[in-house]
């Protein structure tokens, strides 16, 4: 394990595995008391996934359950010589999150560690990398290799309060779910879940989802309201499922407050070598976003973008009581903020510079005064300037009375 995250103001772990090599290899007792749970129905992709259960030790048992006749077939097949992997039919109805409830209800109880993985195939042609990074997402950061696997149920095995481990949300070009609160149409499907099975959390529309989907490692302990109620497929939309608004997808942003109500924390897990490509890759479109923001906003940099609201509230507030508004430094700070003060629809008073350090009349149009000529004690003030020269600034316009001032860089 390369890092494992322990504030607990948070309920947000991380865990970056190892792939290559395991901490400490997990008793024959612990092994046997976990079941990784599969559900796969896309024939034409089965390849992909039966690499990942050759990884799975023989001393786990393993259920692969599907309602397609065609996989059916194949994974038959796969599983004809190992002792450890079951096949399980289920309905057309319902998908990975029927398979979980209903078709595997009554094995779970026979467990204490579970995992659940299923398979994800893109609708449309343009989502066909983000999906593949996806499921590359699921599958790497479930069952990607031995040693993964035996310091997953190490963390489990270490860390008691841990009850759900999941993969990083999905993040790609088009899938913007890793950096939003990916709540869509579902909060108030997850609201009335917890309200159902009484489960005691913090739900709150404002924080970001916590879970997002039905992948995991975790402990059956998690599970034992949710699985209270005799789930039937019925209980499940009919194909065509839609895409957002289901019960379906009210579970699976709810199993993380299902934890929390059993008093366990939920985790991000990733294995090396994903963690890798998911920095590259969230480096680059970072860069991507902060030159739209900056060719666009005047942003250049996270602080400006945190404080961004509260600065263009300040100016707006200036305005609404007509006060007069100057941009104290004319440097490359203020002329970006000038630019910004355009775009909410406004103009200051002009620029101000510290006595004696008056260069030009004028900076894009507007004047430039010294700060001692300034006699105007209700002018507001954006404090526009690089952070190492505002204790002096500050200083400045304390000499002169000045109150009315907001650090606007």
Not at 89 to 98: E, L, T
Request: include cysteine; charged fraction near 25%; hydrophobic fraction near 35%.
């Amino acid at each position: 394990m390369k890092n494992i995250g322990n504030n607990r103001k948070s309920e947000r772990l991380v865990c970056v595995l190892s792939e290559d090599y395991s901490k400490k290899e997990c008793s024959y007792s612990v092994l046997a008391s976990t079941v990784v749970i599969v559900n796969l129905y896309y024939e034409d992709c089965l390849h992909l996934y039966l690499q990942y259960l050759d990884q799975i030790p023989e001393e786990i048992d393993v259920y692969i359950i599907s309602s397609n006749l065609l996989a059916e077939e194949i994974i038959r097949k796969y599983i004809s010589d190992k002792k450890n992997m079951h096949y399980i039919r289920k309905r057309n109805r319902g998908r990975d999150v029927s398979a979980l409830l209903v078709t595997a209800r009554d094995m779970i109880w026979n467990y204490k560690y579970i995992c659940f993985v299923h398979d994800k195939k893109p609708n449309y042609d343009y989502l066909s990398e983000d999906i593949r990074f996806w499921n590359q997402n699921l599958w790497d950061n479930t069952l990607k290799s031995k040693p993964y696997i035996h310091n997953v149920l190490g963390v489990l095995e270490e860390h008691e309060d841990i009850g759900l481990l999941v993969p990083p949300k999905p993040i790609g070009v088009y899938i913007p779910d890793w950096y939003t609160n990916a709540w869509r149409d579902d909060f108030e499907i997850v609201e009335q879940l917890c309200e159902e099975f009484d489960l005691k959390c913090d739900l709150d529309c404002e924080k970001p989802v916590i879970t997002l989907g039905t992948v995991f490692w975790g402990r059956t302990q998690v599970f034992h309201k949710l699985l209270s109620k005799m789930w039937k497929y019925e209980d499940f939309p009919d194909e065509p499922m839609p895409l957002d608004g289901t019960v379906s997808h009210g579970l699976e942003r709810v199993l993380a407050y299902a934890a929390q109500d059993a008093g366990f924390y939920t985790g991000t897990v990733m294995c090396d070598s994903y963690a890798g490509e998911l920095y590259g890759r969230v480096q680059d479109m970072m860069r991507h976003t902060y030159q739209c923001l900056q060719e666009n906003f005047y942003i250049e940099q996270m602080d400006q973008l945190v404080n961004y609201k509260r600065q263009k509230e300040q100016i707006l507030q200036a305005f609404d009581r007509n006060a007069p508004v100057y941009l104290y430094g004319a440097g490359n700070y203020g002329r970006r903020f000038l630019k910004m003060m355009h775009m909410w629809g406004y103009k200051p008073k002009g620029f101000l510079v510290s006595d004696g350090y008056k260069k030009e009349d004028f900076v894009e149009g507007y004047p430039v005064r010294e700060l001692g000529e300034l006699k105007d004690l209700n002018a507001v003030i954006a404090v526009t300037a690089d952070y190492n020269k505002h204790c002096e600034m500050i200083k400045n316009l304390n000499k002169y009375g000045m109150k009315n001032y907001f650090l606007a860089c």
